[in-house]
């Protein structure tokens, strides 16, 4: 596997980035969110997540973007932290299209509507394909929580507004 870059507080430590999936997988891995995590766990800043919370959203988070990047084809819809995760990596408008662009080659959308213009029913079967493709890739070790705001239905996923 090649150099490649990777962020850490917005800074770049290398400039070769990564060019297979395999190598773009390794690079979500090592993507460091300490900010984030910091971020989400202020009660009044952030969610107010504990750092165990915190811990489990990223690991979910980066679990959602390897999944994103292996099936372009799919519509893969997060759980609610992962979402809330997610959210607070857009807000990084400095870091969050360089991340893209490393990972999918190209600025990666979210759809904060998706769900919401009558498309519920599609929400739901993105939401079970969502966790079918999660469990394809990550087998027995699925991230803690990926499953967990979804699990195959959009219940969960309506509690933080059905924004995905």
């Known amino acids: 596997m090649g150099l490649f870059l990777v962020l850490l507080g917005g800074e770049m430590l290398n400039t070769t980035e990564p060019r297979t999936l395999d190598e773009r997988a ?6 460091d969110f300490g900010l984030m995590k910091r971020k ?4 009044e800043e952030g969610q107010g ?12 988070n980066k679990g959602f973007l390897i999944v994103s990047l292996k099936n372009p084809e799919a ?3 997060p759980c609610a932290a992962t979402d809330h ?3 607070q990596h857009i807000l990084d408008t400095r870091r969050y299209p360089k991340d893209c662009e490393a990972i999918f ?11 919401m213009q009558g498309d519920l029913a599609e929400l739901e079967v993105a939401a079970s394909i969502s966790v079918a493709l999660l469990r394809k890739e990550f087998g ?7 499953l967990a ?10 509690n933080c507004g059905g924004s995905h």
């Not at 989400?40 to 009660?43: S, Y």
């Not at 997540?49 to 979910?60: F, H, I, L």
Request: proline letters at 5%; one cysteine or more.
């Open 40 to 43: 989400l766990m202020d009660p």
């Open 140 to 146: 027995d070790n699925v991230p803690l929580g990926t």
């Open 105 to 115: 080659g190209q600025f990666f959308h979210h759809d904060p509507y998706f769900g």
């Open 85 to 87: 995760f997610w959210h």
């Open 26 to 31: 390794a690079f979500i891995q090592a993507l």
């Open 49 to 60: 997540w504990t750092a165990e919370e915190a811990d489990t959203a990223e690991e979910a």
């Open 149 to 158: 705001g979804c699990g195959g239905t959009t219940s969960r996923c309506r």
């Open 75 to 77: 519509k893969v819809v």
